[in-house]
């Protein structure tokens, strides 16, 4: 969870009563996913068991954690919208492990192919 502010431009005030409040969910799942990746890059030769979290709603978000280096993935914000969520994300990985010819899910963990070609920065620096 990251703060956050939202403002009433009318009334010029913040819509939280308490002027700032917790972002969570989809919202910060680039973040998570790049910070994952960075804790594995330091952590993987050491056998670390790394929890990806934020913004996990699909089976295809919990598969990026996991190929980001993730041991297992944590589920939050979507359980207050879908209850029942867990058994579809499980399906999902599941079916995707069969598609891929993979026998369990560790072989996912830490996976990601990264980009050889430098991108060209944002900022045109």
Do not use: W
Request: aromatic fraction near 4%; proline fraction near 7%; include cysteine.
């Amino acid at each position: 969870t990251l703060m956050g502010m939202a403002i009433d431009i009318e009334s010029r005030t913040p819509y939280i009563g308490n002027n700032q409040g917790g972002l969570s969910g989809p919202a910060i799942k680039p973040i998570a996913l790049l910070k994952v990746h960075q804790v594995y890059q330091v952590t993987r030769t050491h056998g670390i068991p790394i929890i990806g979290q934020g913004g996990v709603t699909t089976p295809e978000d919990a598969i990026e954690f996991l190929l980001a280096g993730a041991t297992a993935v944590g589920v939050g914000t979507a359980l207050f919208y879908d209850p029942l969520i867990l058994p579809r994300i499980n399906s999902g990985i599941t079916d995707y492990l069969s598609r891929h010819s993979l026998d369990h899910v560790s072989q996912l963990t830490g996976a990601l192919q990264l980009n050889t070609a430098r991108p060209t920065p944002l900022c045109g620096c």
